[in-house]
């Protein structure tokens, strides 16, 4: 009786957990916000490489604009020394790249992945959804 109750409990966990919610090193935090990518208050979005930062998550939020309808939403904590105060993950002056501000690793803009550095693990990232108005930010 205690293995089949064990076993339901792990398929609820199993079936009711989102995909994108464990990350290796940075912690989860509820992310959900909504902007207006086309306001002028959001002017760098409005182009495509186009990029912002928000509050939220455990470092911040970046958000980069690809094209039309492409998003991509990461938090701003290094995956390697995100505990450290002082550490943020910026948009490389060349627009292709994320890059730490104390360790130095980088990170692909289209997918969080680590290009170089001591970190090992990717970014953590939000899905994001554009409806052509609204641009929804959330985990």
Do not use: Q
């Amino acid at each position: 009786m205690r293995k089949i109750a064990l076993l339901v409990v792990s398929l609820l966990v199993l079936f009711t957990s989102c995909k994108n919610t464990y990350h290796p090193t940075i912690p989860y935090k509820k992310v959900d916000f909504t902007i207006y990518p086309n306001d002028v208050m959001y002017y760098r979005l409005n182009t495509y490489g186009g990029y912002e930062y928000f509050t939220g998550g455990i470092g911040g939020v970046v958000v980069y604009r690809l094209d039309e309808w492409t998003f991509y939403a990461y938090d701003r904590s290094c995956s390697y020394d995100w505990e450290e105060g002082d550490s943020w993950v910026w948009v490389h002056p060349n627009g292709i790249m994320l890059i730490d501000s104390l360790c130095g690793s980088t990170y692909n803009i289209l997918d969080g992945n680590v290009i170089s550095g001591p970190a090992k693990w990717p970014l953590r990232s939000y899905y994001t959804r554009y409806d052509g108005v609204r641009l929804r930010v959330y985990n």
